[in-house]
């Protein structure tokens, strides 16, 4: 009778033992993914502010030099994929020329109804993609100005739950998936060309050649690719030679060489632990302002990890990039 009791008591110890070990490796693990994660974060945001400084300085020195322009030739644009951090990580980042893109809100002319001269545009830069040009009069109608930004119901009316048009610019771009008919194939096909931040005129030294052929039917796909070829351009008359006037004078006040906004895509890893964090920001002078700041979930890491993907190369040989000292207090 001793002995089972005793050996009932055996069981139970190693029961209790065992069940406080597994729970202990559980808690562990849980707190290591916790500092994994905020390791990644904090990775990530730094990243951030090393792109703001890179801008500052980028521009400051093409400014000293009497080179008024932005272009990809310069410090701001080289990628940063699978950078050390001391021991803590990995750090991916890279900085993408806003006015490179096409604004979404541009659609719509001044007085509410679509620009015929943009809907040219945005329906060649929606063919090249995949995706429907016939979602453009129901982008124009979602961006058109109305009273309060009340628009018409439209189709919305019947969703669940029901929405109305947004009646006036879009603040982000994800707001396309609102739009009837929209699809995610569509979005994440468009996304790389589309922009709701700028003024609206393409900086042809950082544009893709996708954007820069929809700017005008005379710019084929072979032209476009010439025209990347031929960059930097310091003048307008520069990229006019390259296009020729007849081709220039339909799009000179699309055009530009400059830019103010910049969106930076950076990614921390710690451990298995990827964080992904987009910001977009204006940048005049010495000074930088945050328009956008988004950390993301499985979306947001999917599309910087494509953008990461097919980013340009340094040139062969060329060195690793320069990481930027932050300033003092420059962690924000």
């Known amino acids: 009778m001793v002995l089972i009791l005793v050996l009932f008591m055996i069981l139970l110890l190693t029961g209790v033992i065992t069940r406080f070990v597994l729970t202990s490796r559980a808690f562990l693990r849980q707190t290591e993914i916790y500092a994994h994660s905020l390791s990644a974060l904090y990775i990530a945001r730094a990243a951030i502010s090393i792109a703001k400084v890179a801008l500052v300085e980028s521009l400051q020195m093409a400014s000293q030099t009497g080179m008024n322009v932005v272009t990809t030739a310069q410090p701001w644009a080289t990628p940063i994929i699978n950078y050390p951090v001391a021991n803590a990580g990995f750090v991916s980042g890279l900085v993408t020329d806003e006015a490179g893109k096409f604004n979404i809100n541009m659609l719509t002319g001044v007085g509410g109804s679509i620009d015929p001269h943009r809907l040219i545009q945005f329906t060649r830069l929606f063919t090249s993609v995949g995706a429907d040009p016939a979602l453009l009069p129901a982008i124009s109608q979602w961006v058109t100005p109305a009273p309060n930004m009340a628009g018409p119901p439209g189709p919305y009316g019947g969703f669940v739950p029901p929405y109305r048009n947004r009646g006036g610019p879009m603040d982000v771009l994800s707001e396309l998936h609102q739009i009837a008919g929209m699809t995610e194939a569509a979005y994440q096909a468009l996304e790389p060309y589309l922009t709701v931040y700028t003024p609206g005129q393409i900086n042809v030294n950082t544009a893709s050649p996708i954007v820069l052929a929809a700017l005008d039917p005379g710019i084929t796909p ?44 950076a990614v921390g890893i710690a451990g298995e632990t990827k964080v992904a964090i987009r910001a977009v920001l204006s940048v005049n002078g010495m000074q930088t302002q945050t328009l956008a700041y988004r950390i993301g979930g499985n979306r947001l890491l999917y599309q910087i990890d494509t953008l990461l993907r097919n980013a340009p190369l340094p040139p062969a040989g060329g060195e690793a990039p320069t990481i930027p000292v932050l300033p003092a207090g420059g962690g924000s």
């Open 222 to 265: 072979a032209i476009a690719e010439q025209i990347v070829a031929r960059r930097p351009f310091l003048t307008l008359a520069q990229f006019q030679q390259a296009v020729g006037p007849s081709i220039f004078a339909n799009i000179s006040g699309d055009v530009t060489l400059t830019s103010q906004i910049f969106s930076v895509s």
